[in-house]
């Protein structure tokens, strides 16, 4: 199984991947969670990241597939993209570099939402900021209310969580992610689900849609 996921922010892409990933063994890929990685660990690939990072750049693109190269080495049983690509030209470049390994991507998953709904959402998301783990109180609260469930840890609540930044970060998804959908669309890839719903139903969305269009995934 191979899965691009692709949806606004708040819509529960990563709470899903990391079922998926129990579900099926596959590995859930989170773009954010390899930098951090490979920052945490001085590798060379951390290093030049942290260099356009520490100017306030983005990391460029050649740079990021390159590390997720080295993820796809560690997944042979699969993965869920989870934060990349953003655009169409990382569509494209993942889709080379799937491409040279012959390992083609089996669908872009887009989680539907309603902005209303995400906006309460992302408001109410809270952080690990050792690891990188959210939480959010209306969906998926942790035992204890600002501690984290497994290292027993604060959680905080991030800058781009909070209520007078979220508008914002949404226009930036709408105008950058508008191209990739239909990018997706034409390579007849794409599959939608409703975000919605519980937790536990766009998990059975998802599940459904993989199983029904390819049941040897």
Request: charged share 25%; hydrophobic share 35%; proline share 6%.
């Amino acid at each position: 199984m191979r899965l691009v996921f692709l949806g606004p922010p708040g819509a529960g892409k990563g709470t899903q991947a990391r079922l998926l990933e129990k579900r099926f063994g596959c590995r859930q890929i989170s773009t954010g969670d390899i930098l951090r990685r490979h920052q945490s660990r001085l590798t060379p690939l951390g290093e030049q990241a942290h260099h356009y990072m520490q100017r306030g750049e983005l990391v460029p693109d050649a740079l990021v597939i390159a590390m997720i190269e080295g993820e796809l080495e560690q997944s042979p049983s699969g993965w869920v993209m989870d934060g990349f690509p953003r655009t169409v030209a990382q569509a494209e470049a993942l889709d080379e570099t799937l491409a040279r390994r012959g390992i083609p991507l089996h669908a872009a998953v887009l989680f539907n939402a309603d902005r209303k709904t995400l906006i309460a959402r992302l408001s109410a998301r809270w952080t690990n900021p050792r690891n990188g783990r959210t939480y959010n109180t209306l969906t998926n609260p942790p035992l204890v209310a600002g501690i984290d469930d497994q290292d027993g840890g604060e959680l905080v609540q991030r800058e781009d969580d909070r209520p007078e930044t979220v508008a914002k970060r949404l226009e930036v998804y709408d105008a950058q992610t508008t191209p990739l959908i239909e990018y997706y669309r034409r390579e007849g890839k794409l599959v939608q689900v409703d975000a919605m719903r519980s937790v536990e139903n766009v998990a059975h969305q998802i599940a459904s849609a993989i199983e029904t269009e390819s049941p040897a995934w």
